[in-house]
């Protein structure tokens, strides 16, 4: 039971809190804090996400090469690809964040 609480919390803070800065009509000093909040929230989900899988796919590496010295030559290209995937997802979450905080001007719609 508790483990469903702890989705749906989850939930509810990383794909609803950043909707509050969309709903804001305008930026006055009190509503600006809400898109620092929304702006931190998004950066900080997409660097907690890209800092696990990278370390995941590290340590599968690893441990694939240690089964099997050879296999290093063919374990490290596409382990560094998928390291640099993982990041650009990061670095997504950035340029999302900044278009949030206005910073960014959007150019869609």
């Known amino acids: 039971m508790t483990r469903n609480v702890a989705k749906l919390a989850t939930f ?3 794909f ?3 909707s509050l800065a969309f ?3 305008e930026t006055s000093g ?5 898109y ?4 931190a929230l998004a950066v900080g989900l997409a660097a ?3 800092g696990m899988g990278q370390g995941r796919a590290v340590a599968a590496a690893l441990e694939g090469i240690c089964r099997n010295p050879n296999s290093a030559g063919k374990v490290l290209v596409p382990m560094l690809l998928g390291l640099a995937f993982i990041e650009s997802l990061v670095i997504f ?7 949030i905080g206005g910073y960014i001007a959007p150019t869609i719609g």
């Open 12 to 14: 509810l803070s990383v």
């Open 16 to 18: 609803l809190a950043p």
């Open 23 to 25: 709903a804001a009509t």
């Open 30 to 34: 009190s509503e600006r804090s809400i």
């Open 36 to 39: 620092g909040f929304a702006m």
């Open 48 to 50: 907690l996400g890209g």
């Open 93 to 99: 979450a950035l340029i999302i964040a900044f278009t």
